[in-house]
């Protein structure tokens, strides 16, 4: 505990200074809040002093570009009409530091969905092309009746996605120098590796499918629905 840094804090919560930061471990924090809550409940605790308002206006005019207030009767005004708001700034200020203090890290943000991966039951294995005509960043159409859709190479690995678009079913199609594949139907486009990039429905469709495809013996196969499937 940083019994010092506790003390100094409270004294200068006392006599209305700005406290000095210093390093509060997780024991400090409940004598903190106790301090803060106990200076708040003195009489004449919610209003901020005249000197504190008037440098908050001072810097707000600053930032702003405005004159600053004149002295005298406007001024008196701006601080009575404005020590509510400075006074519940500071506060927060004063209950932001407590909080950050002590507060856990934020929760991560939640796992995107697992990828809908097309696996046919007895399925069996279409060659789509050489390895060699496939280089890294190509992407290549192949149609073989029951399924039809896109490979492509990236990181040195070979993936395939369906070419049927995932809102009505209209047949994609592969725009190469843009490495993305659109819809004629309704103006949506997929990236090669089946995320959306653009649409104008209602309700953003669901990312393509991937196909199940394998490298072997120099060619790109993709497991496809037996033949009269």
Request: hydrophobic share 40%; with cysteine.
């Amino acid at each position: 505990m940083s019994t010092r840094g506790v003390r100094r804090f409270v004294k200068d919560l006392l006599r209305r200074r700005r406290p000095h930061p210093f390093a509060a471990g997780p024991a400090d924090e409940a004598e903190l809040r106790t301090a803060v809550l106990l200076r708040a409940a003195r009489p004449g605790a919610g209003a901020a002093s005249e000197e504190f308002v008037a440098g908050l206006h001072r810097r707000l005019a600053q930032e702003l570009g405005e004159p600053a207030p004149p002295r005298g009767g406007n001024r008196r005004r701006f601080i009575q009409v404005s020590s509510a708001a400075a006074a519940a700034a500071a506060a927060g200020a004063g209950v932001e530091y407590l909080v950050t203090s002590g507060a856990e890290p934020a929760a991560a943000p939640p796992p995107p969905p697992p990828e809908e991966v097309l696996r046919p039951e007895n399925g069996q294995w279409r060659a789509v092309t050489a390895a060699h005509d496939l280089p890294e960043g190509g992407v290549l159409p192949f149609d073989f009746g029951a399924v039809a859709g896109f490979v492509h190479r990236i990181g040195g690995q070979v993936r395939a996605v369906s070419a049927t678009c995932t809102h009505l079913g209209c047949r994609l199609n592969l725009d190469a120098p843009a490495r993305r594949l659109n819809c004629p139907c309704h103006r949506t486009s997929f990236a090669v590796d089946g995320g959306v990039l653009t649409h104008q429905l209602p309700v953003t469709p669901p990312p393509l499918p991937h196909l199940v495809v394998r490298e072997a013996a120099g060619v790109v196969e993709v497991l496809v629905p037996p033949t009269g499937a």
